[in-house]
């Protein structure tokens, strides 16, 4: 196997106890700091290159984003890492009872084209936080952003204990052979399978961050344009290829006939008259993703866009009115700068036609009456929700970030998730070697009298209830 000296080196690194210490994490930790500051124009160059994506959007959601979630851990890392104590029985209060947060060894990380940088360094933060040796593939399909991980980062990393791996569908099939301590992967759920089936061999634990098809329920409730303006933003936000982009609208037929026009309208105010012309959107990654794209505009009616160049991969930011369950925009995650409208008679139906369906990676909601958002976030279940916006809650590093389901992933992770994610959580318990004749009663010969003492001692008890002696 061609990484196996690979996988080797770093075991190796692992076994010596070289990533455990707090000081050679922060030290890492640090170090991609120093890449994220010093290398800021190369990752808005590639992201450009690889797919158009504005500079804006690249800086915040590639740079400063990734800044936050490291800086929030080497804030919290010490806090993180010390042993957490818990409750103990009567037997055991001279005893010492916690929870060691060990590194897993030698894990995988692999990272998607849409998000290049995030969504390899978020990972890559926990991953190194937790103290482990980390392999890295970026995606090949964002090449240009490839080239820069692949010879940048390792200046900044310790090479013995953390590499990048470059590698399509052949490669990363002959580097999955290999025996790894944890994956974690992002991207299409067909591919998490074949993930899924490789850890399986080994019995490796993954994390899978697929796709969602996101539905996005607006009542008659709301502010139209504040409702267009945060949709139409978290839609084409990287020309719509984000997992947790609103996938759908479900509204009823009177709030798509108002909902049109503030549409409209909140595309020409972000790209103008001629969102092709506009410096703030992006393009699709490939041709292969392109054509599917392209195919999806046969459902319903093209009420607002729908113009495409083929050479440039460019899609208009596209509206689809009357769209039925049946159509092929609803039968795929769009991952693309379309957004369908299904029409739907209330939010009863709304939530109905939801939950009919694998639960999503999101779900968002939107109207003035809270009750309304609560409700929907009390009758469905999705790995994320957010109301009366789309995208936002992904920026708190505070809240897990994960899918639920077949379709959308298992796992999570952000923040303190990502550092949980990528430790192994030891109980441990260190007793004291006197009062043996605390142990007594657990020794044979069993009594009954034994067993009460044991009861007694061991039993937890519902809150509320006493015991009479």
């Not at 995030?118 to 952003?145: D, M």
Request: net charge neutral.
């Amino acid at each position: 196997n061609p990484y196996a000296g690979l996988v080797s080196r770093l075991r190796a690194s692992w076994l010596s106890g070289r990533t455990r210490p707090m000081e050679y994490r922060v030290a890492q930790l640090e170090a991609l700091g120093r890449f994220l500051e010093e290398r800021k124009e190369d990752i808005l160059e590639a992201t450009a290159r690889d797919m158009g994506k504005p500079s804006f959007e690249a800086y915040f959601s590639e740079i400063l984003l990734c800044k936050s979630e490291l800086n929030n851990t080497l804030n919290k890392l010490s806090c993180w890492m010390k042993d957490e104590h818990v409750d103990k029985s009567l037997v055991m209060q001279l005893d010492s009872a916690f929870v060691r947060k060990d590194p897993y060894g030698v894990v995988l990380v692999i990272a998607p084209w849409n998000y290049p940088v995030h969504l390899l360094l978020v990972p890559l933060i926990g991953a190194i936080a937790a103290g482990n040796c980390v392999i890295i593939k970026p995606s090949e399909t964002s090449k240009h952003t490839e080239r820069l991980v692949a010879e940048v980062l390792p200046c900044y990393l310790d090479n013995d204990c953390f590499a990048v791996v470059t590698a399509g569908v052949e490669e990363t099939t002959k580097l999955l052979e290999n025996k790894f301590d944890y994956i974690f992967f992002t991207g299409t759920p067909s591919v998490g399978k074949i993930i899924m089936t490789a850890a399986a061999k080994h019995l490796t634990p993954v994390t899978l961050e697929l796709g969602g098809k996101n539905p996005c329920y607006v009542s008659d409730t709301c502010d139209v344009q504040n409702v267009a303006r945060r949709v139409a933003w978290g839609r084409f936000f990287n020309a719509g290829q984000t997992c947790i982009a609103p996938d759908y609208v479900l509204c009823t037929v009177e709030m798509q006939e108002k909902l049109m026009p503030a549409l409209r309208a909140a595309i020409t105010e972000f790209f103008g008259s001629n969102p092709k012309e506009s410096p703030d959107f992006g393009r699709i990654v490939g041709d292969k993703q392109f054509r599917r794209i392209r195919a999806l505009l046969s459902s319903g009616r093209v009420a607002i866009g729908g113009q495409t160049d083929e050479r440039e991969r460019y899609i208009a930011p596209t509206v689809l009115a009357d769209v039925l369950p049946s159509d092929p925009a609803m039968q795929e995650e769009i991952f693309g700068p379309i957004l369908p409208i299904v029409v739907v008679a209330n939010m009863d139906e709304a939530i109905d036609f939801i939950n009919a369906r694998p639960r999503p990676l999101a779900i968002y909601a939107f109207s003035c009456d809270s009750k309304v958002v609560n409700e929907v976030l009390e009758r469905t279940s999705s790995g994320g929700f957010c109301g009366n916006d789309t995208l936002m809650h992904v920026t708190l590093t505070s809240l897990p970030f994960g899918g639920i389901g077949r379709c959308h992933g298992l796992g999570k992770y952000h923040g303190k998730f990502t550092f949980d994610t990528f430790s192994h959580h030891r109980g441990c318990l260190h007793r004291t070697m006197g009062l043996e004749a605390l142990n007594a009663p657990r020794y044979p010969p069993y009594s009954q009298q034994k067993l009460g003492l044991l009861s007694a001692a061991f039993e937890i008890k519902r809150k509320g209830m006493c015991t009479l002696l």
